[in-house]
């Protein structure tokens, strides 16, 4: 049981991740280019909705309200497939920001630079900024991965039989009040501490490389 509710807890942060990802990118490059000068004042507004809305609001209720009031009458879609995109909504508000602030922190020269040698804002965002940004905040997106893996543990409330809800079914069967979710912690925690090293080790790594 552990072992099946593992891979689901998984599959929903990975996937979820994509969709954060692809979502965040695409929304903070939205702002930052409304912000420089770009006429898309309609889609900077929905995009600052969106996030608004998806940070102020608990993802539980989101998870919620996708499976029990938009998703209600939809009995063919998996709640799996319901809760990644629930997650993936979630997750892409925060990425936005996490981009956003790496965007802004590269040098307004570099884009100046491109533009004076003739390349379009696209391809100067796409070939020169971007790749600079996302170095920057490549230790921030591992720590919302983090925090991802870890807010998928409330899944089990549209009956996804994740790690939480696997101990939560062991419990019931064996009648053991604690073990099965002090297992299920411990193995919360040993993915943290795995990811967490992981991460410091990456920060460490890109000091070296700026430094060189």
């Given at each position: ?129 971007l790749p600079q940004a996302f170095r920057n905040v ?75």
């Open positions: 049981m552990l072992l099946d509710g593992l891979k689901a807890t998984l599959s929903m942060t990975l996937f979820a991740t994509l969709i954060g990802l692809v979502l965040g990118l695409v929304i903070s490059v939205i702002r930052v280019a409304y912000r420089g000068g770009a006429r898309i004042g309609l889609l900077n507004a929905l995009a600052n909705l969106y996030i608004t809305v998806l940070r102020g609001t608990p993802v539980m209720v989101q998870l919620l309200i996708w499976n029990f009031s938009i998703f209600a009458t939809a009995r063919d879609v998996n709640t799996l497939h319901i809760a990644i995109l629930a997650f993936g909504l979630n997750s892409g508000a925060y990425v936005a920001e996490i981009f956003r602030g790496g965007i802004e922190a590269v040098d307004p020269g570099q884009m100046e630079a491109g533009r004076s040698l003739g390349l379009s804002y696209r391809v100067t965002m796409l070939r020169i900024v490549v230790p921030m997106l591992f720590n919302e991965f983090i925090t991802l893996l870890k807010e998928t543990s409330v899944a089990g409330y549209i009956g996804i039989d994740d790690l939480t809800r696997a101990g939560q079914n062991i419990q019931a069967l064996t009648l053991e009040h604690s073990q099965p979710l002090v297992m299920v912690a411990l193995i919360y925690l040993a993915m943290v501490l795995v990811l967490t090293e992981l991460v410091r080790r990456l920060e460490k790594w890109l000091h070296r490389s700026r430094r060189s």
